[in-house]
Nanobody, 124 residues
Framework: QVQLVESGGGLAQPGGSLRLSCAAS????????MSWARQAPGKGLEWVSG????????YYADSVKGRFTISRDNAKNTVYLQMNSLKPEDTALYYC?????????????????WGQGTQVTVSS
């Protein structure tokens, strides 16, 4: 049974940092791409970042490039999202997602399992 459990969300001030974690189980973690997506209140789902199955390549939305860093530890079955220089517009529910294959495509249908989400709020 596939499980994705996010943690690390919370309240941060503008310019601050948070580190999200997603602990995965129930599948061969090192064989699949992982990604983060977010949904702000009243807005659609936005792909944020993705990482290749072996961690060799990472991809970012333009809105977070240079501020967020995705990484993974295949020995711990965990994917991370380090978020720096946070902005109020980063406020959203952040989801961890398992890819259907090794490459982290942006399209929603390329992901077959999602976590429950972790809330990130950026406010002074």
């Amino acid at each position: 049974q596939v499980q994705l459990v996010e943690s690390g969300g919370g309240l941060a001030q503008p310019g601050g940092s948070l580190r999200l974690s997603c602990a995965a189980s129930g599948f061969t973690f090192s064989s699949y791409a992982m990604s983060w997506a977010r949904q702000a209140p009243g807005k659609g789902l936005e792909w944020v970042s993705g990482i290749y199955s072996d961690g060799s390549d990472t991809y970012y939305a333009d809105s977070v490039k240079g501020r967020f860093t995705i990484s993974r530890d295949n020995a711990k079955n965990t994917v991370y999202l380090q978020m720096n220089s946070l902005k109020p517009e980063d406020t959203a529910l952040y989801y961890c997602r398992k890819g259907r294959g090794a490459f982290p495509f942006e399209a929603l249908y390329e992901y077959d399992y999602w976590g429950q989400g972790t809330q990130v709020t950026v406010s002074s």
